[in-house]
């Protein structure tokens, strides 16, 4: 009987001992823990902290958590240490932040890259103007220039979202779109004739 033990010790090294009925376990790691967070479009883009609230160890806790910037739908952000309590002396699990992140009513988000639109009048577009956007931080103004079609996008590099784990950022792009006047007057028509009349 020694010898089968001598031999399961050096098989397994040590970690379970014959014990009476069954086996002694060795340090065992808790179970991770997950948690759905709402992140602001803004929060995500920026960086943010929030405070959560979760269940552990059958026990409602309240968490400061930091929110790096660049976080998009789907990321997970790990918190070591704070899931379920380990067994026989083993470490506790770790939480994981399962993000999804609101639409914004200004941008659109692509990877690290914004989009904007800004809608200019014909006569802008023909002669150029000068037009101030909005960015995540304060507005810029951008030259646009003379013969714009509709649809162009304008860049404004760097002006976008914070790449996740860099420093890198993604870019900004203005699309103009074009107004095309309704309900003309018997003047404005005549112009348009005489523009139409010219080429234009």
């Known amino acids: 009987m020694g010898g089968n033990e001598d031999i399961f010790s050096r098989l397994f090294g040590g970690a379970f001992?014959?014990?009476g009925t069954g086996f002694r376990r060795g340090p065992q790691k808790g179970t991770d823990l997950s948690l759905a967070v709402?992140?602001?479009?803004?929060?995500?883009?920026?960086?943010?902290?929030?405070?959560?609230?979760?269940?552990?160890?059958?026990?409602?806790?309240e968490l400061k958590v930091k929110v790096p910037a660049g976080v998009d739908n789907g990321s997970r952000i790990r918190i070591s240490g704070r899931g379920s309590d380990g067994e026989n002396g083993g470490p506790s699990g770790d939480l994981f932040l399962e993000v999804t992140?609101?639409?914004?009513?200004?941008?659109?988000?692509?990877?690290?890259d914004l989009f904007v639109e800004r809608t200019i009048r014909f006569s802008e577009a023909c002669l150029g103007a000068s037009l101030e956007v909005p960015t995540l931080e304060e507005p810029k103004r951008i030259k646009v220039p003379a013969g714009i079609q509709?649809?162009?996008?304008?860049?404004?590099?760097?002006?976008g979202i914070k790449t996740l784990g860099s420093n890198a950022k993604g870019d900004l792009y203005v699309k103009i779109n074009i107004h095309v006047?309704?309900?003309?007057?018997?003047?404005?028509?005549?112009l348009v004739e005489e523009l139409a009349k010219a080429g234009l």
């Not at 943010?48 to 552990?56: G, N, Q, T």
């Not at 509709?150 to 002006?159: Q, Y």
């Not at 006047?181 to 005549?190: A, F, V």
């Open 17 to 19: 001992r014959r014990a």
């Open 181 to 190: 006047p309704e309900g003309l007057n018997s003047s404005q028509k005549k």
């Open 38 to 61: 709402t992140v602001g479009f803004r929060e995500a883009a920026l960086g943010a902290e929030k405070l959560v609230a979760f269940r552990r160890n059958g026990q409602r806790e």
């Open 101 to 112: 992140v609101t639409n914004d009513p200004v941008f659109t988000r692509e990877g690290g």
């Open 150 to 159: 509709p649809g162009t996008k304008i860049r404004l590099k760097g002006c």
